[in-house]
Every structure is written in structure tokens, then in C-alpha cells.
């Protein structure tokens, strides 16, 4: 019995290790903010965006997997959740990303956006 929560202790802190790690980029990157990615538009955003969107993704994946124990259900379960989860976010950043391209359009007469 000890020898299984030892491992499922070791368990949570690699992933908590990994979620630092990816936590911690994300912050380097928003305070730096190359150029190279911050100006390169791609899909109606800057390729900057995209790494966030991605990167927490990986980060809610990993949340969900690990901490709420999602790694020991069925297969069938698992799928209906991370492609329904996956679709949904989809959908969520499109209409995000089309909204947002739309209130630049209008708004740029009027304001002037600061790069």
C-alpha cells in the first residue's frame, strides 16, 4: 500500500514539475514577446497567440489527466470527454478569433492600436 502512494506521489509532483515548466515559458513569453512571433500573423492572429492557445490547452490536458484521474477510466470515456472538450475550445477560439478580427476592422478608424 505504501509503495503506491509513494508512486502516486512521485506521479503528481513530475506533473506539477511539467506544469511549472510550461507555466513558466508562458510567462517568458508574454514578458519578452519576440518579434518574430508577436508581428507573424497566421489564422487571423499573431503565431505568439497560438502558443498560448497551445500551451494551455496541454496544461488543462494535463490537469484533467492527472489530478482528476481521468488516465484510469474507460477508453470510450475518455475519448467522449477530450473530443467533446476539443471541439467545444474549437469552436470557442474560432468565433473568437472571427469577433475579434471584426472589432479591429471596425474600431481601427477610431482607435489607435498600440503594437
Known amino acids: 500500500m505504501a509503495h503506491a502512494q509513494e508512486s ?15 507555466t513558466m515559458v508562458e510567462v517568458a513569453l508574454g514578458i519578452v514577446k519576440p518579434e518574430g512571433l508577436y508581428f507573424t500573423q497566421f489564422l487571423g492572429t ?47 477560439v474560432t468565433l473568437l478569433l472571427i469577433e475579434g478580427g471584426y472589432l479591429f476592422e471596425t474600431l481601427a478608424p477610431l482607435v489607435k492600436w498600440d503594437y
Not at 506521489?9 to 506539477?16: C, E, L, Q, S
Not at 494551455?56 to 494535463?62: D, E, G, I, N, S
Open 8 to 22: 502516486h506521489t512521485k506521479r503528481i509532483w513530475i506533473v506539477f514539475g511539467f506544469l511549472c515548466i510550461i
Open 46 to 92: 499573431s503565431l505568439l497567440n497560438w502558443i498560448f492557445i497551445i500551451l494551455t490547452l496541454v496544461k488543462a490536458y494535463y490537469i484533467v489527466w492527472a489530478f482528476m484521474h481521468l488516465e484510469g477510466e474507460k477508453k470510450w470515456f475518455r475519448r467522449a470527454i477530450v473530443w467533446t472538450v476539443v471541439f467545444l475550445i474549437s469552436y470557442l
